[in-house]
């Protein structure tokens, strides 16, 4: 196995699991993976999050479907956590 092949299985394990789910929500607003962006710094961290796609091997749409599939509790939880509560 080389390289890329151990980064692409790390970066399954990472994601596959329930709040790998989360964190791939949080990379994607941030990113502004569902945005247009016409700003280099925009872009440049959607482009990143565009290689820990490729990496984890989804597609972009399985991608939507799973972050706009999180249940309500986890959203809840999240939004507490970023506000601080």
């Not at 791939?24 to 999050?49: I, N």
């Not at 972009?60 to 479907?65: A, G, K, L, N, T």
Request: one cysteine or more.
């Amino acid at each position: 196995m080389d390289e890329i092949d151990k980064a692409r299985q790390a970066y399954r394990r990472v994601f596959e699991v329930p709040m790998g789910v989360v964190v791939l929500r949080e990379l994607a607003e941030y990113c502004y993976f569902l945005e247009s962006t016409v700003d280099e710094a925009e872009e440049g961290k959607r482009d990143v999050f565009l290689h820990i796609l490729d990496m984890y091997g989804v597609e972009v749409p399985e991608v939507i479907s799973a972050i706009q599939k999180i249940p309500a509790h986890e959203k809840k939880e999240q939004e507490e956590t970023d506000n601080g509560e």
